[in-house]
């Protein structure tokens, strides 16, 4: 059990908007910031988002984060059939006193 | 453009040492850690540590006391050894760069901006 709180699937179609929840508690999301990975099917994870809301620079803007309290969110504009993969929030946990990464999400472009 | 390539050995037998190397292309150990994370098939993504260039270790409590992170600043490699392997341990393991301050809010900021390409560890007997 994550840490760390993601919904397991997520789903929509083309040029919908979609957002993924990552919900936490005080010792993380609470107090720290949060950053967003993208994995596409057998490759490494990449960062897609970094402090709550900086895209690196190559991701498009379609990518947003946010962060409420405990909680932070992932949206992605303009779905596209690329934008199909697994996505994790990580953030640094003060009692656990490591970082920590959401159960992922799986996105489908239907 | 900062490159990591990793390498090690891919089939251990339960209680045997896992030992892996990331090599860093493209840029210095100055002003970063570096770090391991590894996916179970199938699972998510698990920090198991990270080491800064003077040799400064960070682990996660989970693993520390299996886990040792070194470091080779002539080579510009780091590298990961978890020892008394059990088929729980079987996984992709990464490295990647760790990015981690805090930022002007007090608010504590760790990402990894960098990966390397994934090496799959199968313990099995």
Do not use: M
């Amino acid at each position: 059990q994550s840490v760390l709180t993601q919904p397991p699937s997520a789903s929509g179609t083309p040029g919908q908007r979609v957002t993924i929840s990552c919900s936490g508690s005080n010792s993380n999301i609470g107090t720290n910031t949060v950053n967003w990975y993208q994995q596409l099917p057998g490759t490494a994870p990449k960062l897609l988002i970094y402090t709550n809301i900086q895209r690196p620079s190559g991701v498009p803007d379609r990518f947003s984060g946010s962060k409420s309290g405990t909680s932070a969110s992932l949206a992605i504009s303009g779905l596209r059939s690329e934008d199909e993969a697994d996505y994790y929030c990580a953030a640094w946990d003060d009692s656990l006193n490591g970082l920590v990464f959401g159960g992922g999400t799986k996105l489908t472009v239907l | 453009q900062v490159q990591l390539q990793q390498w090690g050995a891919g089939l251990l037998k339960p209680s045997e040492t896992l030992s892996l190397t990331c090599a860093v292309y493209g840029g210095s150990f100055s002003g970063y850690y570096w770090s391991w994370i590894r996916q179970p098939p199938g699972k998510g993504l698990e920090w198991i540590g990270e080491i800064n260039e003077n040799g400064h270790t960070n682990y996660n409590p989970s693993l520390k006391s299996r886990a040792i992170i070194s470091l080779d600043t002539s080579k510009i490699q780091f590298s990961l050894k978890l020892s008394s392997v059990t088929a729980a341990d079987t996984a992709v393991y990464y490295c990647a760069r760790s990015v981690d301050y805090y930022d002007s809010s007090g608010y504590y900021d760790f990402y990894f901006d960098y990966w390397g390409q994934g090496t799959l560890v199968t313990v099995s007997s």
